[in-house]
């Protein structure tokens, strides 16, 4: 995958999912970033709250946050 000039490697600085069983996966849209992607009331988090992702390549932090 490349994002502007930056090449980057499946598996090692990105995953698709959910997981895809060809080779290849041609997408466009664009894009959003969903922090770590936690809903969580409990938490009083809400990473998504107010984010238009219809259509959209949603991007999430890999792990947890602290």
């Known amino acids: 995958m490349k994002v502007g000039d930056t ?3 499946h598996g090692v600085d990105y995953v698709v999912l959910p997981p895809y069983s060809s ?3 041609e997408v466009t849209g664009g894009v959003v970033f969903a922090g ?3 809903v969580s009331q409990e938490l009083k988090r809400d ?3 107010g984010l238009d992702l219809k259509g ?3 991007i999430i932090a890999n792990g ?3």
Do not use: C, R, T
């Open 7 to 9: 090449a980057l490697q």
């Open 23 to 25: 080779e290849s996966v």
């Open 36 to 38: 770590f992607g936690v």
């Open 47 to 49: 990473d998504l709250a």
């Open 56 to 58: 959209k390549i949603v």
């Open 64 to 66: 947890e946050p602290a």
